[in-house]
């Protein structure tokens, strides 16, 4: 099983610019061909760099979050500001999460990479917690060695 580690957090707000995904919930292809072109697009016309100026880090996340029964994903900050548009504050709560550590060429790639290691091989293998819902997020915490870094953050419970 991929190295994971469950660490405890304090709630915290991240301030998001989301698109919903049309793609099924199993539809892996589509749904992350919907992320790269919102990523570009957000990347592009300036949005990200308006999240990025009020951010409270240097931390950029990608979040995924069931709401009213769509799927959303959304480009955000860690941040108590607000910022003019289409933005939602996305409220993660204190509690246990699955943390799994990764490093890729790209952003998006590591987006990927993250997502893949924890819901395709750490949650289905997990025999004393479980992920129940509520927000997750692959958070971009910088570079090194020409890779970007970083972690997926998910709320789990114990069974």
């Known amino acids: 099983m991929a190295a994971y580690t ?14 919903e995904l049309k793609s099924g919930y199993n539809d892996y292809a589509g749904i992350n061909k919907e992320k790269a072109v919102f990523w570009t697009a957000v990347q592009q016309d300036g949005r990200l760099d308006s ?6 880090n240097d931390y950029i996340f990608a979040v995924n979050e069931a709401v009213n029964h769509k799927l959303m994903h959304y480009a955000g900050v860690m941040t108590h500001a607000s910022v003019p548009g289409e933005t939602r504050l996305i409220q993660f709560p204190k509690g246990e999460y699955l943390v799994v ?11 990927l990479t993250l997502t893949g290691i924890a819901f395709g091989q750490v949650l289905p293998g997990a025999e004393d917690f479980a992920y129940v819902g509520g927000p997750n997020a692959s958070v971009e915490m910088g ?12 709320p789990v419970v114990r069974k």
């Open 6 to 19: 469950l660490e405890e957090k304090d709630s915290f707000t991240v301030l998001g610019i989301g698109t």
């Open 51 to 56: 999240l990025k100026a009020v951010a409270d």
């Open 101 to 111: 550590k990764g490093e890729a060429p790209t952003a998006g790639e590591l987006n």
């Open 143 to 154: 570079r090194r060695d020409g890779l970007v870094y970083g972690e997926m953050w998910i």
